[in-house]
């Protein structure tokens, strides 16, 4: 299990160039959009009979995504990001665990 701080100090390739502190929200995947020249295409291809015309991914290796860091300044807004190790379980600004403490 991953907790990360909902701040975090550290540098901030912006106009700062310097450490400041920075908010820290996961990246989350947007919206596909209908127009992309890869959807367009695929979707020209689909049209008609024949079934389905490009191969569909079914073996999967992977049960965990790599989780990336959205870094936003908070002097000067400009947003980085930061990538970390995979992980099942990823929480952010969750309580600190006490040093020391068994988990049960």
Same mark, same amino acid.
């Given at each position: 299990?991953?907790?990360?701080?909902?701040?975090?100090?550290?540098?901030?390739?912006?106009?700062?160039? !310097?450490?400041?502190?920075?908010?820290?929200?996961?990246?989350?995947?947007?919206?596909?959009?209908?127009?992309?020249?890869? !959807?367009?295409?695929?979707?020209? $291809?689909?049209?008609?009979?024949?079934?389905?015309?490009?191969?569909?991914f079914h073996k999967k290796a992977k049960t965990t995504k790599k989780i990336v860091l959205r870094l %936003?300044?908070? %002097?000067?807004?400009?947003?980085?990001?930061?990538?970390?190790?995979?992980? !099942?379980?990823?929480?952010?600004?969750?309580? $600190?665990?006490? $040093?020391?403490?068994?988990?049960?």
């Open positions: 299990m991953v907790n990360i701080p909902k701040t975090r100090k550290t540098y901030c390739p912006g106009k700062c160039n !310097k450490h400041t502190v920075h908010k820290v929200s996961q990246y989350k995947v947007g919206k596909p959009s209908v127009f992309a020249q890869g !959807k367009r295409r695929y979707d020209r $291809k689909q049209k008609g009979f024949g079934g389905q015309t490009k191969p569909v %936003e300044c908070t %002097e000067c807004q400009k947003k980085h990001q930061q990538a970390i190790k995979r992980c !099942k379980h990823f929480e952010l600004g969750g309580d $600190k665990k006490a $040093k020391g403490a068994t988990a049960y």
